[in-house]
């Protein structure tokens, strides 16, 4: 089956050409993310598409955020580096579960049944990024600028992801006696 080679094939991208990726195959690309199984068929996910302009925006944004959090001797993860990465993607995709701050009886239980179907969604986006030729690179830098992003998009919902998506300029290779990257 082409899935398992996919699987096998699929890798983080850090780096991206500065080439456009036509929006039909991102919108084809979302349609099948939708399609990923989700607890209780309640298909939590929310996703906002960014490019050109707005996706400068979000760098600038988690730039702030790292610089800020550089001066207070906070931790600011890779920041730096998820940076770049969207700065160099032609599209960007943020994930969102719509329901975690919503729900009166969201609980434990509805919090981890609808984060696993998000990851699922999220990793059906990378497989078929994948099997259209694209790179991805899955991004929870986010989470250092949170707050920020969401008022600059007036979403009340919780963001959990970022997903960077273009055509690779780099090309990790599978080192299938280590399982892992040469």
Not at 52 to 68: A, D, H, I, W
Not at 105 to 123: C, F, K, M, P, W
């Amino acid at each position: 089956m082409e899935t398992l080679k996919t699987i096998v094939q699929r890798r983080s991208i850090r780096e991206f050409q500065n080439k456009k990726v036509p929006k039909k195959i991102i919108e084809e690309i979302l349609s099948l993310s939708i399609k990923a199984p989700s607890g209780k068929n309640r298909q939590p996910w929310r996703f906002v598409v960014l490019e050109g302009n707005s996706k400068s925006m979000l760098v600038n944004l988690m730039e702030q955020g790292t610089k800020f959090r550089k001066l207070n001797n906070l931790d600011f993860g890779s920041c730096e580096l998820s940076s770049n990465a969207i700065r160099e993607a032609p599209w960007v995709i943020l994930v969102f579960n719509a329901f975690s701050r919503f729900e009166k009886d969201y609980n434990h239980y509805r919090e981890l049944t609808d984060t696993q179907s998000i990851g699922a969604a999220v990793q059906t986006m990378l497989l078929a990024a994948q099997d259209f030729g694209l790179g991805c690179l899955w991004i929870c830098d986010i989470f250092y600028a949170e707050r920020e992003i969401c008022t600059w998009l007036n979403r009340n919902d919780e963001l959990v992801a970022a997903v960077a998506i273009g055509y690779a300029n780099q090309y990790p290779i599978y080192d299938r006696v280590n399982h892992g990257k040469k």
